[in-house]
Every structure is written in structure tokens, then in C-alpha cells.
């Protein structure tokens, strides 16, 4: 099979891997709250999403061997065409205009822009002190964009996108140098790891203020973070002169917009689970209401009642004849006279 059709392909699985990913972190998201990620390790849910974007990025890896970084990388926003539907379906309703015209623009501008901000083949590498270089000016640009509370998802959403296209120009630096176990894997591998555990995080922050604006951001802040490091460290350049220049901030700016109507539009949050009913034994009692006692009428009776201190007879006692009277201590002639037996 063509090399290129397989970078392709694989690309478009990670694309559609991501997508589900941050659909299923928008919800989770919704029910943990901003202070809520101490809390994740023990939800299902959680590791849910640790899969998905694992998948996502092995995919995404695995494309990097087989096309270079100008080719998967735009192909990663088509994580927004995806996600926009799913979270719409998840949030319960339909994606509104004003979201397809958003995703639509954000797309056409990504389209124009990426292809003219990276090189060619994927043959250059990073040497280990600029490997480090780069994971320093990420944590600087992270810290810059996550300082403070305002614009809390659309700065997070920056970050993670910076982190994660420097994670994927390191991990071309991998791919092309080989698997050979020297320092030079050691220190990108790890740093690698950790990009892209702290992208995935900042993603989980970025999306409790929604999934659309953020998603946009971070799938146009990727490429573009992946382009700066291939123009600066790897001798990539902007295609087609001045003209490809103005071209690619034309891009950006449709790009922009697009971003803009997806900030704009209004994202259905998804309802929180809701609470089991708490155990019969910790619910509230309410008061009881007096009830009358219904009285169908005088119980009938199977016979006379037995006498106090005689064990009740259970049925009528068959006689042979007359039973005799046994008479009793004699008492005032005011009061009867107590027999035994059944009564005549």
C-alpha cells in the first residue's frame, strides 16, 4: 500500500480518536468542575478518555512514520469536523448553523494555512539541548497563557495545543532517528511523555468551559506550534515567497473567525448523572397522619369464649349424650352459676 495512503488513513483515525476523546472530557468534565482533576483517577470515565487519546496519539505516531509532519498534522482538524457533531449529540441536540459555519471556516483557514507553514519529507532532527530548548519555551508559554482565571478555557486550550504540536515535532525527531537506545531517545522520549501527559490535562481543564471555541483553538494552536519549531530549528520555510506569506495570514485570520463563531455559539452542556436515591433507611420520614380504624362489624363467633384460665377450645366437642353439670363452689344467689363445657 502507498506510503502516503497510510499516513492518510491512520491520521484520519487519530483525527476521529481525538474527537471522541473530547467529547467524552466535556462531559466528564461538566460533573467534576474546574477543581475537580484530584478527583478523576478514580472515575471510569477518566481512563476512559487516558485511552482514547492514547489511541489517538499511537495513531498519530504511526502516521508520522509514514507521512511527513506537513502532511498529518493539518489533517489533525479534522478532529474538529467530528467533534462538533458528537458533542452536539451527546449534549442532546443539533449543531446549530452558526457552529457549521464556524467549523467551516475553521477548517478552510487551516486548509490554506498549514500546508504553507511546514516543509518537506520528514528528514531532520532535533539535537538533545534543542529538544530541551523547546520543552523549556513550552512551560514558559504555558504559564503565560494559564495565569489567572480570565479566559480560563481559551488559554488552557492554547497551552494544550502548544504542548501537543511540540510533543509531535519531538516525536518526528523519533521516528526518523530510529529506536536506537541512546541519550539523545532517552531525554526526547521522556520529554515526549511528558508534553503529552500535560497537554491532556490542560485539554481536560480547557473543555469545562465547552467543547467547540476550546477544540478550535487547541486543533489551530497544534500545527501552528508544530510549524514554529520546523521554521526555527529544522530549516522549514513558508512555501511560495511573499505570496505564500500573505496567503498563509489569510488563512489565519479565516481560521480566526472561525474560532470567533464557535466562541459565540451556544454549546448545550450536558446534564451531570444524577444522584442514586439514597437507601429507605436515610430518607426522611414524614410525619404520620392520623388514620381511623375501619370497623367492618362484630367478629363472629365459633362458639362461647373460653373461659380465663382453660385453653380455648378449637372446634365444637362431639357429646354422646347430656353433658353432666359440674357444680361449683355455691356462691350468693345474686350471681350464676359457673359450669365447664359447652353451655346449654
Given at each position: 500500500m502507498n506510503a502516503t495512503l497510510i499516513a492518510v488513513t491512520l491520521a484520519l483515525l487519530s483525527a476521529v480518536a481525538y474527537a471522541t476523546a473530547a467529547v467524552a472530557q466535556e462531559r466528564l468534565a461538566a460533573r467534576t468542575g474546574p477543581g475537580g482533576?484530584?478527583?478523576?483517577?478514580?472515575?471510569?470515565?477518566?481512563?476512559?478518555?487516558?485511552?482514547?487519546?492514547?489511541?489517538?496519539?499511537?495513531?498519530?505516531?504511526?502516521?508520522?512514520?509514514?507521512?511527513?509532519?506537513?502532511?498529518?498534522?493539518?489533517?489533525?482538524a479534522l478532529t474538529l469536523v467530528a467533534a462538533v457533531p458528537l458533542g452536539a449529540r451527546a449534549a442532546g441536540r443539533r449543531a446549530t448553523p452558526e457552529e457549521w459555519r464556524g467549523t467551516a471556516l475553521t477548517l478552510v483557514g487551516l486548509g490554506a494555512l498549514l500546508p504553507l507553514t511546514a516543509g518537506g519529507a520528514p528528514d531532520a532532527t532535533l539535537g538533545t539541548v534543542a529538544a530541551?530548548?523547546?520543552?523549556?519555551?513550552?512551560?514558559?508559554?504555558?504559564?503565560?497563557?494559564?495565569?489567572?482565571?480570565?479566559?480560563?478555557?481559551?488559554?488552557?486550550?492554547?497551552?494544550?495545543g502548544i504542548t501537543s504540536g511540540a510533543a509531535s515535532a519531538l516525536t518526528q525527531t523519533l521516528t526518523v532517528a530510529g529506536l536506537a537506545l541512546t541519550w539523545r531517545f532517552a531525554v526526547v522520549g521522556g520529554l515526549v511523555a511528558g508534553l503529552a501527559v500535560g497537554g491532556l490535562l490542560l485539554s481536560q481543564t480547557a473543555y469545562t468551559e465547552g467543547l467547540g471555541a476550546p477544540l478550535a483553538v487547541l486543533t489551530l494552536a497544534n500545527p501552528l506550534a508544530a510549524a514554529a519549531i520546523g521554521l526555527s530549528l529544522l530549516g522549514e520555510r513558508v512555501h511560495g515567497?511573499?505570496?505564500?506569506?500573505?496567503?498563509?495570514?489569510?488563512?489565519?485570520?479565516?481560521?480566526?473567525?472561525?474560532?470567533?463563531?464557535?466562541?459565540?455559539?451556544p454549546h448545550g452542556t450536558p446534564t451531570a448523572l444524577p444522584d442514586p436515591e439514597p437507601p429507605l433507611a436515610a430518607r426522611p420520614r414524614a410525619a404520620a397522619e392520623p388514620r381511623p380504624i375501619p370497623f367492618a362489624g362484630p367478629?363472629?363467633?365459633?362458639?362461647?369464649?373460653?373461659?380465663?384460665g382453660t385453653a380455648p377450645l378449637a372446634g365444637p366437642v362431639p357429646l354422646a349424650g347430656p353433658a353432666p353439670l359440674v357444680a361449683v363452689a355455691p356462691v350468693p344467689p345474686a350471681e350464676p352459676v359457673l359450669v365447664t363445657g359447652p353451655g346449654r
Open positions: 482533576l484530584r478527583r478523576l483517577p478514580a472515575q471510569g470515565a477518566w481512563w476512559s478518555t487516558v485511552g482514547l487519546n492514547s489511541g489517538g496519539a499511537l495513531l498519530h505516531v504511526a502516521a508520522l512514520r509514514f507521512g511527513p509532519l506537513t502532511l498529518v498534522q493539518p489533517l489533525g530541551l530548548a523547546v520543552a523549556v519555551g513550552v512551560l514558559a508559554l504555558v504559564a503565560l497563557l494559564t495565569h489567572g482565571r480570565r479566559g480560563r478555557g481559551l488559554g488552557h486550550a492554547a497551552a494544550s515567497g511573499p505570496a505564500g506569506v500573505a496567503l498563509a495570514g489569510l488563512g489565519g485570520a479565516v481560521a480566526g473567525r472561525g474560532v470567533v463563531l464557535l466562541t459565540r455559539a367478629a363472629p363467633l365459633a362458639g362461647p369464649a373460653p373461659l380465663v
